[in-house]
């Protein structure tokens, strides 16, 4: 057969033709030129990058007639014998089909024999991870201590299952997929040299679906060429299956939207179209990620290898979201795109990812749901010319500088109702009038005056309403100095933690030695009174002789650190500390909790535990 494929006709020939994988070239070619050559190298990398390659190109540097040199000549005899792939003291081994311990053995027989025409023997052993676990054992002496004349390339494509004991014996070559753009510099070359017509939009096509492979790219490249005379996008997209951008577009357009039957319609298009449903959900995800990385920076198209029609097209479709809803419906997609590769319905797979995705769209910022939070509440504490006022009020009588944005406080009030259907909380006092009117929360509890209540009933007088302002002005301030505040349905108060106390007593571990503070760092302390209690949970039990033997020094420094007497009572609970699904069960039982996910439509990601000493 005289015709030979594109990507056995290009592959390469010297180290100056690798295409993306410099570092590698100019380390082998300084360590021929520098006559440090390595008995064994280890190359990995994905397919189609140039393990094998390089491999053939070292021993040609190795054994050309001028080597060994960096600049094989190509040329005689040796040279061309490896290239046709006849040469003799070049001995390729596929992994995959030559793993056992007799095919090892049987090359440890044949090392030690001298290479017959060349200077070295070399050896490539490729897709090496397939070796079991005894032909890598046979192989490791050898490996290690190989005659002068040996030198051994192993090519993996799956550097994980390489052993350690194997991996350092060898030099490491990491090979890199090579980048879409060198892959079409490399492909614009070929085609004018083979004279095939192609547009450059198509070129684009190939190398990205390459996805890092030269050759990959060049297979490609040789089954169009049979397609058509001109190779057109088109013509890529049918032979590959892959999605119209313009698709991609509408299906993103349509989950950033909730359009939920676009979206339906859209899938049983491309069913119909007999489009591969697990290629176009990775495609998506690639668009996603496009749509998040063109929401972030400023230049897109300094990062995204795309058209300036793509970038134009992107830029619209992010004006539709945020990156909050963008980076959460990427992960949902991601997600999808596991379950579509490994669901025996696919279509019903990427279907549901999608609408899941959708519903994402209704999310609103927690800056907004706040702001709507305001100005419900607003109708409860005044308008908002009183909002100055009342804050004033509240730096003046607490010494409390109170921010624009801890000023405000929920309180999520039932309808009022009575009887059986009264709501469980009931309805707090401040609300409650003789006439079932709503008033302002009880400023006056904080010895703060409210604003003047706007409105009324029509008909009633000024002089009725100031008595009755001033006769429930004083059941307010009663009820407000005698009645307890209920658990929810008023605003909720942050208690003011001891900090005098806590400080204190990390002054105090800090004067004390070091392996002793440490374990005091991890006890629950109280004061009380005169003695101060000291609390060992679960593990920290250990540390209870350590500390008893250093309880007077413990006292000393504490009453010295509090300014009085104190005496030192340790506690020891042996109880096993509460794990990860515990503490989750109990913040889930917290009413507070419970009203927060409600109000917020939200959901627990994580739960970090407080530090007790912090309480």
Request: proline letters at 5%.
């Amino acid at each position: 057969m005289s015709y030979l494929v594109l990507a056995r006709k290009w592959r390469p020939k010297g180290f100056d033709d690798l295409i993306g994988q410099e570092p590698i070239m100019h380390i082998l070619k300084n360590a021929i030129s520098q006559g440090r050559i390595a008995h064994a190298y280890l190359f990995s990398g994905p397919r189609g990058v140039g393990k094998t390659s390089t491999a053939r190109i070292l021993a040609k540097a190795l054994n050309c007639k001028d080597g060994p040199t960096s600049d094989p000549c190509g040329t005689c005899e040796s040279c061309t014998a490896i290239t046709g792939g006849s040469a003799i003291d070049v001995i390729e081994i596929d992994g995959a089909s030559n793993n056992s311990v007799d095919d090892i053995r049987d090359l440890r027989e044949k090392v030690k024999y001298s290479p017959s025409s060349g200077k070295f023997k070399v050896y490539i052993i490729d897709e090496v991870h397939m070796l079991s676990g005894s032909a890598f054992n046979a192989l490791l002496k050898t490996l290690e201590e190989p005659p002068s004349h040996v030198v051994f390339v192993l090519a993996t494509t799956e550097m994980k299952k390489i052993p350690a004991t194997v991996l350092s014996r060898c030099q490491h070559m990491p090979f890199r997929r090579i980048s879409s753009s060198e892959i079409k510099t490399r492909l614009k070359l070929i085609i004018e040299s083979e004279g095939i017509s192609i547009s450059s939009s198509a070129l684009t096509l190939i190398a990205r679906a390459a996805d890092g492979s030269m050759r990959d790219s060049l297979t490609i490249l040789d089954q169009l060429s049979s397609f058509s005379s001109e190779i057109s996008e088109e013509n890529v997209k049918g032979l590959l299956g892959i999605a119209d951008i313009g698709m991609l577009a509408g299906i993103s357009k349509a989950v950033i939207k909730g359009d939920r039957e676009a979206i339906l319609d859209t899938i049983s298009i491309l069913t119909e179209q007999g489009t591969d449903i697990k290629s176009f959900t990775k495609e998506l995800v690639q668009f996603f990620r496009n749509l998040l990385v063109a929401s972030i920076i400023k230049r897109p198209e300094d990062y995204l290898d795309l058209s300036d029609e793509e970038i134009s097209g992107v830029k619209d479709i992010i004006a539709l979201s945020s990156d909050n809803q963008l980076t959460l419906m990427l992960s949902e997609i991601m997600k999808a795109e596991t379950e579509v590769r490994n669901s025996s319905s696919p279509r019903l797979a990427l279907e549901m990812a999608l609408i899941r995705a959708s519903f994402l769209s209704s999310m609103k910022p927690i800056k907004e749901i706040i702001e709507n939070i305001d100005k419900y509440s607003r109708q409860f504490t005044g308008t908002v010319s009183d909002a100055p006022v009342i804050k004033s009020q509240l730096e003046e009588k607490s010494n409390i500088s109170v921010g624009e944005d801890t000023k405000k406080y929920i309180s999520k009030t039932p309808s009022p109702s009575s009887g059986d259907n009264a709501p469980a909380f009931g309805t707090p006092s401040y609300l409650k009038r003789g006439k079932g009117e709503l008033i302002s929360p009880p400023l006056r509890a904080y010895g703060l005056e409210p604003t003047a209540h706007r409105g009324g009933d029509e008909g009633e007088g000024d002089a009725d309403t100031e008595e009755n302002e001033k006769e429930d002005t004083e059941e307010d301030v009663v009820e407000a100095e005698t009645t307890e505040t209920p658990a929810i349905s008023e605003p909720l108060e942050v208690p003011v933690k001891d900090t005098d106390i806590s400080s204190s007593w990390k002054r105090a571990i800090e004067k004390m030695e070091a392996p002793l503070a440490s374990k005091l760092s991890q006890a629950e302390f109280e004061l009380t009174g005169e003695e101060f209690l000291l609390t060992l949970n679960g593990g920290q039990a250990l540390f209870e002789d350590a500390i008893k033997k250093n309880l007077r020094s413990i006292e000393k420094v504490l009453s010295e650190e509090y300014g009085k007497t104190l005496s030192v009572k340790l506690v020891t609970i042996n109880k096993k500390s509460p794990g990860r699904k515990d503490i989750r069960e109990k913040v889930m039982k917290e009413p507070v909790i419970k009203e927060a996910l409600e109000l917020f439509e939200g959901r627990i990601v994580d739960i970090t535990p407080n530090n007790v000493n912090e309480k």
